[in-house]
């Protein structure tokens, strides 16, 4: 028996409308329209979010080649036209591997959960996956896709329940870099990854293949979350309506940006509800269809957000064939609409990606600075800290790390005493000022440093820097010699102290 690690599907979350928003848009109905399921915001508020029909001008060159690792897909759907697959042009219908690749029969893919050519969706988040990539756009019908000339490769490695065999996932990144995937969507989850995927990733990216992972659903740290760890793997998490995290979507030093991942309408696989099948609370059978064919479905995920990238990054590389990976990951990211703190942060990423500052991006122009943790080491009886993260850029000139007080756990102003004279409170106010100036955490980089130790100081001193808070806010600023910069920031604080054991008779 093959052996299997759970792989619990990214996406599974029903959606609370919001917000309204607004932009030119194809003439696809739930393109232009809103309020289908009774919601105030725009059916497919994430296209208008994200500028992707800002300019309908087909892309230039060959369509590009998304594999999409998920259930497989309903290939009947109408609003998923036979032209939107990919075909493998080295094999017939005749029961004979014509290519010699092991598979036969593989025309438009292959189902590694049955071992067969017929990679049909019974679960629907693959077919919901891949509607938001490529559906037919401007055709009058149904929903639009976010890159309507992309080519879908499906590659079904999860059952109807959404398990999936690491081996399987493996085995499909293989398949799709074999056979000319440009981009590789994988919205799965699992706390455990295997070195098989592992390697199957390492391949692709040495392939210049972009990997696009969901970030996950647990709320947590993605990086506790094994496909977070994935070599030169793309992170995405969730943005809600109002352009900030999603609650239930994953975060940490891990996550690269985020997308629209609240309410995501897209196409649903013939009889299927996976959000039902997922068991979530209070979610009525057929909740989230839409349409009186009920041949749409809405829901929350970062499998959606991971979607909706692999789309963006198709319309950029129909424009730009010539970029690899790294070229991909860097526009992206330079790109996308800076959310929370300024520059990089823990809670957002890069920010909410935008295909517009994507398209204008250059990833010869690209810096980067990022603060992925806090080690602690103990040095007799002085606890140390070690700042860590990547400073670099095309450009490199310096880099510098600095340290203030939470701005949250500084005063505004001084405490309402009518009895502190107005040189008493001049003096507090200047020492509160002081407090939400940034410091210097150690000498500036004059080098790049990747995934390195980039500052050293004892609690001691932050705590003096500090005057006695507990809780600061670091930043990495990293400048480049034509006068571009970029930072990043972190927030920590010390654990409140435990509380004092109860007393008294019982």
């Known amino acids: 028996m ?71 897909i309903d290939y009947t759907h109408e609003d998923l036209a036979a032209e939107r697959l990919w075909h493998n042009p080295a094999e017939q ?19 590694f959960v049955d071992d067969d050519p017929n990679p049909f969706d019974v679960s629907g988040h693959g077919t919901h996956v891949a509607g938001l990539i490529a559906a037919c ?26 398990q999936a065999a690491s081996t399987a996932v493996a085995a499909a990144i293989h398949y799709a870099v074999d056979h ?40 947590l740290d993605a990086g506790r979350f094994g496909y977070a760890g994935l070599p030169g793997a793309l992170i995405v998490g969730a943005s809600d309506l109002e352009d900030g995290r999603a609650g239930f979507s ?28 997922s068991g979530a609370p209070d979610y009525p059978a057929g909740g989230a269809t839409v349409g009186e064919d009920a041949g749409y479905y809405r829901a929350s995920g970062t499998s959606f957000a991971a979607a909706l990238v692999s789309g963006l990054a198709s319309r950029v590389l129909a424009v730009r064939p010539d970029y690899r990976a790294d070229d991909l990951r860097r526009v992206l990211l330079a790109g996308a609409v800076d959310l929370d703190a300024p520059g990089t942060d823990q809670t957002t990423g890069h920010g909410r990606a935008d295909l517009i500052g994507a398209l204008g991006a250059d990833p010869k122009d690209y810096v980067e600075a990022r603060l992925t943790g806090v080690d602690l080491s103990l040095d007799g009886q002085q606890v140390w800290l070690a700042f860590t993260g990547t ?36 003096e507090i106010e200047e020492r509160l000022a002081a407090l ?23 609690l001691d001193d932050l705590l003096a820097m500090a005057d006695g808070i507990t809780a600061w806010e670091v930043r990495l600023v990293v400048d480049t010699a034509d006068g571009a910069s970029r930072e990043s920031r972190l927030r920590m604080a010390l654990p409140p102290p435990p509380a004092p054991p109860e007393t008294g008779d019982e």
């Open 250 to 277: 994953n975060f940490g030093a891990d996550v690269d940006l985020l997308a629209p991942g609240v309410d995501v309408l897209s196409l649903r696989a013939r009889d299927t509800d996976f959000i039902g099948l």
């Open 93 to 111: 219908r005749n029961r004979r591997d014509d290519d010699g690749n092991g598979y036969r029969d593989d025309l438009i893919g292959w189902d």
């Open 391 to 426: 400073a670099a850029g095309d450009a490199f000139a310096a880099a510098r790390l600095e340290v203030r007080p939470d701005p949250e756990a500084v005063p505004e102003g001084p405490p309402e005493d009518r009895r502190l004279s107005r040189r008493e409170r001049r």
């Open 436 to 458: 939400r100036a940034w410091q210097p955490l150690g000498e500036p980089l004059a080098e790049p440093a990747s995934d390195a130790v980039l500052a050293r100081r004892s």
């Open 2 to 72: 093959m052996p299997r690690t759970a792989r619990l599907l990214a996406g599974l979350l029903l959606a609370l409308p919001a917000l309204a928003v607004g932009a030119a848009m194809p003439d696809d109905p739930y393109a232009t329209g809103s309020g289908a399921w009774g919601q105030a915001h725009a059916d497919q508020w994430a296209l208008e979010r994200l500028r992707v029909y800002t300019d309908m001008t087909p892309p230039p060159g060959e369509p590009v080649v998304v594999a999409v690792i998920d259930t497989g």
């Open 137 to 162: 756009t401007d055709n009058g019908l149904g929903i639009a896709g976010v890159d309507p000339t992309a080519r879908i490769m499906t590659l079904k490695v999860a059952n109807f329940a959404g």
């Open 180 to 219: 000319g995937a440009r981009i590789i969507n994988l919205s799965l989850g699992g706390e455990v990854i295997t070195e098989l995927e592992r390697e199957a990733a390492r391949r692709a990216a040495d392939a210049g293949v972009l990997l696009v992972v969901a970030a996950g659903n647990k709320g």
